[in-house]
């Protein structure tokens, strides 16, 4: 099991569930921080006293702090470690549930999504033990979710929401496609891939589109 871990969850009461829960395992060795620049910087000087981290256990949302930050998401304190401690094996402990930012996180390198539900720290617990193993793991219900997430968002599409985000109608961007000999370029072939992708994404409208795109890194 693992000897040393940190925590990174802004809540004080889920903070220190996953703690006592990290506890009954047998992990002597337990960091609670409430802020991502926190953790990078634990993190960071932990590997420079050559006494590292081997698990972070972080949430995705934390409020915003009165102090300037690097870090305010625990995507781009995922991001930052990964690209420095490819080592760190990575839990996501987060009410996040949609599929499309999920795989972007498996994407970026972490080793266990868990969603925070009723069994969470049920799930929690058995993510810790399969990481421990070398295993990957997801909460069934993200794995179900993800097994019938049959859309795969491809250069097209990005092309596509780029346009989108720079203001360009679909009308304009059919025929901005065809000037540049990209298929498919009809306006009903747009008009169908921008549905297609807000139902994907749980977008009511294009504007929310573009926000969800930016959300998960899409754009």
């Not at 889920?14 to 620049?37: P, R, W």
Request: glycine content about 4%; aromatic content about 6%; some cysteine.
């Amino acid at each position: 099991m693992y000897s040393k871990i940190i925590i990174a969850e802004d809540l004080a009461s889920i903070n220190e569930g996953i703690a006592q829960l990290s506890k009954k395992l047998g992990i002597s060795s337990i960091t609670q921080v409430q802020y991502c620049d926190e953790a990078y910087l634990k993190v960071k000087k932990a590997i420079n006293d050559k006494q590292p981290y081997e698990l972070l256990i972080t949430d995705l949302s934390f409020k915003a702090s009165h102090r300037e930050e690097n870090y305010t998401k625990g995507e781009e304190l995922i991001a930052a470690l990964k690209a420095k401690h490819t080592h760190l094996k990575i839990i996501v402990f987060s009410i996040e549930d949609r599929p499309t930012k999920i795989k972007n996180l498996m994407n970026m390198g972490i080793d266990a999504y868990v969603c925070k539900d009723r069994t969470g720290l049920k799930e929690l617990e058995e993510a810790i033990k399969e990481t421990w193993s070398g295993n990957i793991y997801l909460s069934p219900q993200i794995a179900n979710k993800m097994g019938n997430d049959q859309l795969e968002i491809d250069d097209f599409d990005i092309k596509l929401l780029n346009y989108l985000a720079e203001g360009y109608s679909q009308e304009e961007i059919s025929k901005l496609f065809k000037s540049k000999n990209i298929s498919p370029s009809s306006l009903s072939s747009i008009e169908k891939r921008v549905s297609r992708l807000k139902i994907h994404l749980g977008a009511k409208n294009t504007y929310q589109l573009i926000a969800l795109s930016k959300d998960i890194g899409l754009i």
